[in-house]
């Protein structure tokens, strides 16, 4: 670093810097070539997506501070259906966090791959057709769990209650933004 602490030319700092934005302009260019999607991380277990969402199977399940029936249990999820992000594995556990954030370590037998997702908003309209303008079926209110079912880029079809409609993905949580589902 020069007298200022500023990075000067030929630093260590900025040597990796420029290895690093070669790389990913190499890795831009060869996904360009090929037409590859862009890379995302997945699970050494089971080589799923991380993070991904998964939903309760069960009525209750402890959430531990670490991935074993050694660590403590910090508190515990009681409601089936709960839709929950997968942000790491380790052996049959799993790190979850909910829509507020809490999380902790979960086994994988309390988890289902069957995606719910959960509708925030005062009042969330169901509508019969993915537009803004579309015919309302149904209200629900935050906090409901629904069935997720295909999603656009912008709405999803869920099933709560019975009801099924459509919803603006900004009313729900356990969806990602890009996802498509058919």
């Not at 910090?74 to 709960?82: A, I, K, L, S």
């Not at 556990?93 to 979960?106: E, I, P, S, T």
């Not at 988890?111 to 209200?139: F, M, T």
Request: some cysteine.
């Amino acid at each position: 670093m020069g007298e200022t602490g500023e990075i000067t030319p030929g630093t260590k700092v900025e040597q990796r810097y420029v290895m690093r934005h070669l790389a990913g302009v190499f890795l831009v260019f060869l996904m360009g070539l090929t037409g590859a999607a862009v890379a995302q991380d997945v699970g050494r277990v089971t080589n799923l997506p991380i993070p991904r969402y998964v939903s309760m199977k069960a009525s209750e399940a402890n959430v531990r501070r670490g991935p074993s029936l050694n660590h403590r249990i910090d508190w515990v999820f009681h409601r089936r259906n709960t839709p929950l992000q997968v942000t790491a594995e380790y052996g049959h556990w799993r790190r979850v966090r909910d829509v507020d954030g809490a999380g902790g370590w979960v086994h994988y037998s309390l988890l289902s791959g069957v995606r719910h997702v959960l509708l925030r908003g005062e009042k969330v309209a169901l509508l019969r057709d993915p537009q803004s303008d579309g015919q309302e079926i149904a209200y629900a209110e935050d906090g409901v769990i629904a069935k997720l079912g295909k999603c656009g880029l912008l709405w999803c079809k869920v099933n709560a209650d019975r009801q099924s409609g459509w919803v603006h993905k900004e009313n729900l949580w356990g969806v990602e933004a890009n996802e498509v589902r058919n």
